[in-house]
């Protein structure tokens, strides 16, 4: 990729992330997270931003260097306790609603190596003290939107056959692709796509199965569903009733499942980045609802620290449907990174679910939504159980059995 080609591409990126990602509205302030090593990315996002009429666009700079050596060496007086001014920060973008631009870049790597219960502790003293946002983001409050940027480290994790900027070069290539840059019209792509998920959306909320159950060679796992349960696809509405785009690339179709009827085992079937860290080959053994059993070939100690959490982490807090033959799947790349490998596969998340995935939730208090088995969790970690092998059966009330995937694809 030339140089004004890569130029040309990277100015539509922006142009999507903010007219379509989170579609700024006159007047709106932005909150954009990016790393410090994607400047030039992050000044054709505000420059985009503030064209479409924001109000203020606030830069949140992210520096893993800075952050490592924070979890390596600060006291722990430090770890866990958050200071003041970043929980006003976090109520103050909660209440004015405020856009939130998150790209991600990192190393999937970055924290190998540091003790896990200080990157735990550090977390949840962060889960606790930021929750406003949290929440806001949760409910659709206020637009959203994950995005991702090629670094070098991320690069050569994914093309460990290509150094430096080759490598770099492919991996923007790939997000290009599966962000549909490469189309003449991306935002007219992107509507066309989101049509399509929609369909399928409504198809699931028609039908309103009990209960999902997933079977492989290596997982026998039947998930409940709560009644009114909302599957969401494609875009979504904030409060405000604008459109936006929560995750870009985006191939799913997700609902909450309830978090009582949960039972069976399932196997993981892409590396999960998680904490800095890789996962690999996890195992989790569900019973009424809460995981017994969790095993990992690669990152056991992550894994058990993760699962210390609270006391909602040992359950779903979402239940997901994608295609194997989603691009992202087809393309054969393990990305390391749970916005593209979720993207190319069904996948589950242990710990919180979002209220919007049932109806009428934004507006429940927390003990009517855990009435409707809505899992409540400081977390919320996606991991992949999607293959080409994969058959899902939808279960009505009534026992009947509907196909909804063979052989990983719809039926």
């Known amino acids: 990729m030339t140089i ?7 100015q539509k990126y922006a142009e999507l992330i903010v007219k379509v990602g989170v579609n700024v509205q006159p007047g709106q302030e932005v909150v954009l997270y990016i790393n410090v090593d994607q400047q030039h990315l992050a000044h054709l996002i505000v420059k985009e931003a503030y064209q479409a009429g924001a109000g203020k666009v606030m830069i949140k700079w992210n520096d893993t260097f ?63 003290a930021l929750m406003p946002v949290r929440q806001a983001t949760q409910n659709n409050d206020l637009s959203w939107t994950v995005v991702a940027a090629a670094s070098p480290a991320w690069a050569e994790r994914v093309f460990p056959d290509l150094k430096g900027e080759a490598a770099v070069d492919r991996l923007w290539e790939e997000i290009f692709k599966t962000t549909r840059i490469d189309r003449e019209d991306p935002i007219q792509a992107w509507k066309d796509h989101d049509a399509k998920l929609h369909e399928k959306e409504d198809w699931l909320n028609k039908e309103q199965f009990s209960a999902l159950h997933y079977i492989s060679p290596r997982t026998d796992l039947t998930i409940g569903l709560p009644e009114n349960h909302v599957w969401e696809g494609g875009g979504s509405k904030n409060a405000a009733g604008i459109e936006f785009m929560a995750n870009m690339p985006t191939e799913e179709c997700f609902t909450a499942p309830d978090n009582r009827r949960i039972n069976g085992y399932v196997t993981s079937t892409k590396p999960l980045s998680y904490a800095g860290n890789i996962l690999e080959n996890m195992k989790f053994t569900f019973k009424e609802g809460k995981v017994v059993e969790a095993t990992a070939e690669k990152g056991q100690a992550v894994l058990d620290h993760l699962l210390e959490t609270d006391e909602g982490v040992r359950s779903l807090g979402e239940v997901s449907l994608v295609p194997d033959p989603s691009p992202i799947s087809q393309s054969g790349i393990t990305f390391f990174n749970t916005l593209f490998d979720e993207n190319a596969s069904d996948h589950l998340a242990l710990g919180a679910a979002y209220p919007f995935n049932v109806q009428g939730g934004t507006k429940m208090s927390e003990n009517q939504l855990k009435a409707k088995g809505i899992n409540f969790s400081q977390a919320h970690v996606d991991f992949m159980v999607g293959s080409a092998d994969m058959n899902i059966d939808g279960i009505k009330k009534d026992g009947t059995i509907v196909p909804v995937f063979r052989n990983g694809d719809w039926a």
């Open 66 to 128: 800075a952050q490592r050596e924070f979890l390596e060496h600060a006291s722990d007086e430090f770890l866990e306790n958050v200071p003041e001014f970043a929980k006003e920060e976090a109520q103050y973008i909660a209440e004015h609603r405020c856009c939130r631009i998150s790209v991600m870049s990192e190393d999937p790597g970055a924290f190998g190596g540091i003790d896990q219960k200080r990157v735990a502790a550090y977390q949840s003293a962060n889960g606790k």
């Open 4 to 10: 004004a080609n890569f130029e040309e591409k990277l």
